[in-house]
T-cell receptor
Framework: AQKVTQAQTEISVVEKEDVTLDCVYETRDTTYYLFWYKQPPSGELVFLIR??????QNEISGRYSWNFQKSTSSFNFTITASQVVDSAVYFCALSEGSGTYKYIFGTGTRLKVLA | DTGVSQDPRHKITKRGQNVTFRCDPISEHNRLYWYRQTLGQGPEFLTY????????KSRLLSDRFSAERPKGSFSTLEIQRTEQGDSAMYLC????????????FGPGTRLTVT
């Protein structure tokens, strides 16, 4: 069965600190996709990144970076120089590589960035 | 380019009443999903449509829940005889056909059953 674990329930950092959000997944599929979404207080899930299981290249987008390691089944997300606007709940999700592509979400990590 | 829209945004109902939610996906997206999110949890998959065909339903979708997508455009999710345990955020998402696409989510409908 597929499963996503986000062990960090809540993280508080001071503005400008770097922070890493952990995501560990379980799947028997050889082809799958991993995602990160941001859910601000307004509630709408905002897409951040998609990774397929064949692409282990790390990615950087501005202050955001992602580290995908198949050997440890992890897909961690780092925010560099955090800002108050980064405060939100962040979800990691996994989808199968075929069929419905439905998501299995983790329980989320609430990030609080303090000014 | 409009995103996914959902209506209503909030619904308060008394236990035992029926409620219906609507989702309008992004126009060129033929795949549509419904999820339910309770407080402090991640969204959980409820059901999936490809065009007008409902191809998968989660065991979370009891017989009090029904979803439709007539003509493969908008979708409705109906809950009959609501219970307090149905209180949650109901999220709709859509995506195009193909493997390498993410889902785009609507703002959700927050249901409170009193």
């Amino acid at each position: 069965a597929q499963k996503v674990t986000q062990a960090q329930t809540e993280i508080s950092v001071v503005e400008k600190e770097d922070v890493t959000l952990d995501c560990v997944y379980e799947t028997r599929d050889t082809t799958y996709y991993l995602f990160w979404y941001k859910q601000p207080p307004s509630g709408e899930l905002v897409f951040l990144i998609r990774r397929n299981s064949f692409d282990e290249q790390n990615e950087i987008s501005g202050r955001y970076s992602w580290n995908f390691q198949k050997s440890t089944s992890s897909f961690n997300f780092t925010i560099t120089a955090s800002q108050v606007v980064d405060s939100a709940v962040y979800f990691c999700a996994l989808s199968e590589g075929s069929g419905t592509y439905k998501y299995i979400f983790g329980t989320g990590t609430r990030l609080k960035v303090l000014a | 380019d409009t995103g996914v829209s959902q209506d209503p945004r909030h619904k308060i109902t008394k236990r035992g009443q029926n409620v219906t939610f609507r989702c309008d996906p992004i126009s060129e997206h033929n795949r549509l999903y419904w999820y339910r999110q309770t407080l402090g949890q991640g969204p959980e998959f409820l059901t999936y449509f490809q065009n007008e065909a409902q191809l998968e339903k989660s065991r979370l979708l009891s017989d009090r829940f029904s979803a439709e997508r007539p003509k493969g455009s908008f979708s409705t999710l109906e809950i009959q005889r609501t219970e307090q345990g149905d209180s949650a955020m109901y999220l709709c998402a859509s995506r195009p056909t193909g493997s390498s696409y993410e889902q785009y989510f609507g703002p959700g409908t927050r249901l409170t059953v009193t």
